[in-house]
């Protein structure tokens, strides 16, 4: 895909999330008292005017873009600059990064703060297949002990302990 | 109390062993991080904020500056000797500092950026301690509307500069406006896009939506393309720069201090522009403007003067009015808010001693970053040898535990991973992130206030016209705008005259 269509596809999304805003997002999400005396102060007011400069400012990305000078296939973005099979690795390691992130969460309450960090930076290391394996366990392992050494003696931050450890 | 009242009252605050070595700690934090090719003063100052909660309001204050400022001056050092600049404001350096560098000049290349950037740096101190006590003074007769129109300008500005569109810098500002409408209304106190969660009763945390935005993006951006630096490392050579072209070269460097002054203390600028322009100038006004691009040792003090003249200046409109002027100074706004400080002309009369405690702290820097950055010029080698693969997860550990010590809470960090990957997204698609955290910062404060001069004026707009100052930025923010419209016409016009040549040819 091209810049110049990536952007249109852009604005048409925008465009369409300010109609959302404005067709249900505001109604349902926003609640407005029924004795607000002057409209400016209504809590809805700010979020419909938001609401519509995303649609007006969604619609004119559309607009400058159809009308840029940028000719089809002039402007490839920088991903289909990598070979279709690095395109899918890289895919592969962003999903990857997504699913450390959500264990990283789920895993804090269970293992503790200092344990799933740890797997974290081990397995992100893992992912980009670090050329320095050994410095990599070691940072693993220091990094959240140190950092835990500092927020939970100096910084007075009760650190998740988890179920299984529990740090002086 | 006059100037030397106040700066004699605040003395006490900074001369203390916590004091300088906070500033110490910060500039080396800041040295470091600048001259790492993949972090920048941004992502350092950001990453800083979370270890500041312990300290002193001051002392961390000061961290964070010392931070900013050694930022700036250490993303000189991997654009000249490796030709890739540490931070966008250091862009205009690798134009002569690169070559110089190729000549075997690359010592006396790094002790003129040091040199320049100290010498800015400090001008660009005393222009702030000069202009932020008289501009917070002026601005004590603002009321709602006066500040409305005030943010309203300031928005404007960072939306059109801070990327290549205007309509996506606009945008990112128009998304952290209603980012920043989470939470609970601010008149009613009825719910606003909170999923009556307790989480979000208080609207996001500004440290998780920071964070979020300028660091996890640097990290995704890495495990899609995970790839190491190969740049060669330029020896320092064995010539140094003396007294004599310090002395050649010091109307480029007050030049460029000036400059910086001035395009720092107008909000959404930046270093970058302004150690463009300070450069052009210098090739401009310089006897050996044929020498520039090729390794000429002005052409560095100018750029370097321009990019440190910024430091201090950006902090103007964020002390006197409470406005940030570029990113770093709204993190810094965070560190402020945190300890419950409020930036703007109150804070002038409620926390004086804390303000010009400030000052001659940055002007300590000055004197620090001078001795600090000579040692991390010689100590470069090993700091371009972090490799990205350790540094990069390791900063993801950082991030996670400085946002979940904002509040003890892991929401935050979910906030933090969420944002990330919006940050991402508009990464992707060259949507600037600087207007979305300005505007997220400054939404609250601009719904507020036309709140306010709505209620004052029991709900008429013509308040919003009723005084000079008013009128004033009503008319910057069209001139703004109708500026940027043209420039983008232009480029528009020029680059459909550079296709039609291509495809001709």
Not at chain 2, 6 to 32: H, K, R, T
Not at chain 2, 403 to 409: E, I, K, R, S, T
Not at chain 2, 445 to 472: C, H, K, V
Not at chain 2, 481 to 503: S, Y
Request: aromatic share 10%; proline share 6%; hydrophobic share 55%.
């Amino acid at each position: 895909m091209n810049v110049k269509s990536n952007d249109i596809w852009l604005g048409a999304g925008v465009v369409t999330f300010g109609i959302f805003l404005l067709v249900y997002a505001i109604p349902v999400l926003v609640s407005s008292p029924s004795n607000v005396r002057v409209l400016f102060l209504s809590p809805t007011f700010w979020p419909v005017i938001i609401a519509w400069m995303v649609i007006i400012l969604g619609t004119m990305l559309i607009i400058t873009t159809l009308f840029s000078p940028t000719a089809e296939g002039i402007g490839v973005a920088a991903a289909d600059e990598m070979e279709r099979e690095e395109v899918v690795f890289a895919t592969a390691r962003l999903a990857a990064a997504a699913i450390i992130m959500v264990g990283l969460v789920l895993a804090t309450p269970i293992l503790g703060m200092v344990l799933a960090t740890g797997l974290a930076f081990a397995s992100i290391s893992a992912v980009v297949t670090t050329p320095r394996p050994i410095a990599a366990v070691i940072v693993a392992v220091v990094l959240p002990l140190v950092l835990y050494a500092f927020f939970a003696h100096v910084a007075g931050v009760s650190v998740p302990q988890g179920r299984f450890m529990t740090l002086p | 109390m006059n100037l030397f009242d106040n700066l004699a009252a605040a003395w006490p605050l900074v001369a203390n062993i916590e004091s300088f070595s906070a500033l110490a700690g910060g500039i080396l934090i800041g040295v470091i991080a600048g001259a790492i090719p993949g972090m920048s003063a941004t992502m350092a100052v950001a990453l800083t904020l979370p270890f500041t909660f312990a300290l002193q309001p001051i002392t961390g204050i000061l961290l964070l500056l010392g931070v900013y400022k050694g930022g700036i001056f250490g993303g000189s050092i991997p654009a000249i000797l490796i030709k890739t600049p540490g931070t966008p404001a250091s862009s205009a350096t690798i134009l002569d500092g690169y070559p110089m560098a190729e000549n075997g000049q690359a010592g006396k290349a790094l002790g003129m950026a040091l040199y320049a950037s100290c010498t800015a740096d400090l001008i660009s101190n005393l222009s702030l301690i000069l202009f932020a006590g008289w501009l917070a003074s002026f601005a004590l007769s603002f009321g709602p509307p006066e500040f409305f129109t005030l943010i309203l300008f300031s928005l404007t500005i960072i939306a059109g500069v801070s990327g290549e569109s205007l309509i996506k810098g606009l945008l990112a500002a128009v998304f952290g406006l209603l980012l920043a409408t989470v939470g609970l209304d601010l008149v009613y106190g009825t719910n606003r896009f909170n999923f009556n969660d307790a989480n979000l009763m208080g609207g996001l945390n500004f440290i998780a939506v920071l964070i979020g935005l300028f660091a996890i993006p640097e990290i995704l951006a890495y495990v899609w393309q995970p790839r190491s630096s190969d740049e060669q490392v330029r020896p320092l050579g064995e010539q140094h720069v003396t007294f004599a072209e310090y002395r050649r070269c010091f109307k480029s460097i007050i030049r460029g201090s000036f400059i910086g002054v001035f395009l720092g203390s107008i909000p959404g600028i930046g270093a970058a522009p302004s150690a463009f322009l300070s450069y052009s100038e210098a090739r401009r006004r310089s006897p050996n403007k044929s020498n520039f691009g090729k390794g000429e040792i002005e052409g560095v003090a100018a750029s370097e003067a321009g990019n440190n003249g910024v430091a201090g200046a950006t902090l103007i409109p964020l002390l006197a009015l409470g406005v940030p002027g570029d990113v770093i100074t709204a993190i810094i706004i965070g560190a402020f808010m945190v300890h419950g400080l409020q930036p703007g002309p109150m804070m002038f009369i409620a926390n004086v001693d804390i303000i010009y405690a400030l000052f001659l702290g940055l002007i300590i820097s000055s004197v620090l970053l001078l001795f600090i950055g000579g040692v991390a010029i010689r100590l470069f080698r090993y700091i371009a040898e972090v490799p990205r693969s350790i540094l990069m997860p390791g900063v993801l550990i950082l991030c996670v535990y400085g946002v979940y010590a904002v509040n003890n809470n892991v929401f935050d960090v979910i906030v933090m991973f969420l944002m990330g990957w919006v940050g991402y997204f508009m990464l992707r698609n060259d949507i600037p992130p600087a207007p979305f955290l300005i505007a997220f910062i400054l939404g609250p404060l601009l719904e507020d206030n036309f709140r306010q001069a709505m209620l004052m004026s029991n709900g008429a707009p013509q308040i919003l016209f009723r005084s000079y100052i008013t009128w004033f930025f009503w008319a910057t923010t069209i001139i703004t705008i109708a500026a940027l419209v043209r420039t983008g016409l232009r480029a528009r016009t020029d680059a459909g005259k550079a296709l039609q040549a291509t495809t001709s040819e």
